[in-house]
C-alpha cells in the first residue's frame, strides 16, 4: 500500500508562491494517477489537481487555473504542486493521494497533510 508524506506548506503572503512535495513509498507509483486535495477550516476536503501516470495530462479546479502547477517525477516516487499567486482562500491543509482517472476518487490512505496559510 502506498504512504504518503506532503511537505512544504507554511505562512506566505498574498500573491507569494510555495511548492508542496508529496513522497509516496510503496512500487506502484509510477502506474497510479495522483492528485492534490485541500480542506479549508469548517469545510469538507477538495479536490485541485491531478496528473496522469506519464505526467502528460493535468487537471485542475477552476480556482486554481493559471496559478498552480502539478508536475511529479516517477524516479523519485514524489508529485509536486507549484502554487503561485497566492489567495487567501488558498490557506487549507493540502493533501496528495492516488486517484481513479476522471472520478478523482482518492483511493489510498490520507496522509498527514502540510498546512497552507495566506496572509493578507
Known amino acids: 500500500q502506498v504512504q504518503l508524506a506532503e511537505s512544504g506548506g507554511g505562512l506566505v503572503q498574498t500573491g507569494g508562491s510555495l511548492r508542496l512535495s508529496c513522497a509516496a513509498s510503496g512500487d506502484t507509483f509510477s502506474t497510479t494517477p495522483m492528485a492534490w486535495f485541500r480542506q479549508a477550516p469548517g469545510k469538507e476536503r477538495d479536490f485541485v489537481a491531478a496528473?496522469?501516470?506519464?505526467?502528460?495530462?493535468?487537471y485542475y479546479t477552476d480556482s486554481v487555473k493559471g496559478r498552480f502547477t502539478i508536475s511529479r517525477n516517477n524516479a523519485e516516487s514524489t508529485v509536486y504542486l507549484q502554487m503561485n499567486s497566492l489567495k487567501f482562500e488558498d490557506t487549507a491543509v493540502y493533501y496528495c493521494?492516488?486517484?481513479?482517472?476522471?472520478?478523482?476518487?482518492?483511493?489510498?490512505?490520507w496522509g498527514q497533510g502540510t498546512q497552507v496559510t495566506v496572509s493578507s
Open positions: 493521494n492516488k486517484v481513479s482517472w476522471r472520478t478523482w476518487v482518492a483511493l489510498g490512505a
Open positions: 496528473i496522469s501516470t506519464a505526467g502528460v495530462t493535468t
